[in-house]
């Protein structure tokens, strides 16, 4: 079956780095773009970037413009989120999705991974 599974969090000072990875597995990821999306604790889920199919186009949140770089592997089927620069408004569990159509609407993905906590000391 279809599968995303994220690694990669954990705690981190503010200033920081960390990159998450999502492994995806089930169908042909090559197909599919990847999305990142994030949910703090009494807070609606928010977009974070985008990526599509090829690697060849990206798209960010406002909120993390210049400090988050989304990349991929087709050749592993893997995504990534590198986070740097990193503040305590952060903090949010990290999801990837994947979607055929995927852009910064969570509606548009069809398969989502279970996250990875991400927490941000100032």
């Known amino acids: 079956q279809v599968q995303l599974v994220e690694s990669g969090g954990g705690l981190v000072q503010a200033g920081g780095s960390l990159r998450l990875s999502c492994a995806a597995s089930?169908?042909?990821?090559?197909?599919?773009?990847m999305g990142w999306f994030r949910q703090a604790p009494g807070k609606e889920r928010e977009f974070v970037a985008q990526i599509s199919w090829s690697g060849h186009s990206t798209y960010y949140g406002d909120s993390v413009k210049g400090r988050f770089t989304i990349s991929r592997d087709n050749t592993k089927n893997t995504v990534y989120l590198q986070m740097n620069s990193l503040r305590p408004e952060d903090r949010a569990l990290y999801y990837c999705?994947?979607?055929?159509?995927?852009?910064?609407?969570?509606?548009?993905?069809?398969?989502w991974g279970q996250g990875t906590q991400v927490t941000v000391s100032s």
């Open positions: 089930g169908r042909t990821f090559s197909d599919y773009n």
């Open positions: 999705a994947e979607g055929l159509h995927g852009n910064s609407w969570a509606r548009r993905y069809d398969c």
